[in-house]
């Protein structure tokens, strides 16, 4: 799937965001998604839609690594065996 993504550029976020569900359901084995600066994905952007800055959450790349919310870790985020480890 990453394979893919990096060949079809204009379709490379689908295919991240579709290799990151998978990930998350393999039971086979434990799965590791590691993300380096972390707390970069949950800071202010500079991108602007309808007269306002988007949050990070409303990015689909940052929004698809979110496994902290408000009310903390979001479970639906997590690996089934496996781990989300981050570099903040």
């Known amino acids: 799937m990453a394979e893919w993504g990096l060949a079809h550029p204009s379709m490379a976020t689908d295919a ?7 990930l998350r359901e393999v039971t ?14 949950y800071e202010p952007t500079e991108y602007a839609s309808e007269g ?8 689909t790349i ?5 496994c902290l919310g408000r009310e903390g870790f979001r ?12 570099d903040l």
């Open 52 to 59: 306002r800055t988007l949050a990070a959450e409303d990015l």
């Open 75 to 86: 479970c639906v985020r997590a690996c089934k065996p496996g781990a989300v480890a981050c």
């Open 28 to 41: 086979e084995f434990p799965v590791l998604i590691a993300v380096d600066g972390h707390n970069s994905l």
């Open 62 to 66: 940052p929004a698809a690594f979110h």
């Open 16 to 22: 991240l965001v579709d290799l990151l569900a998978e």
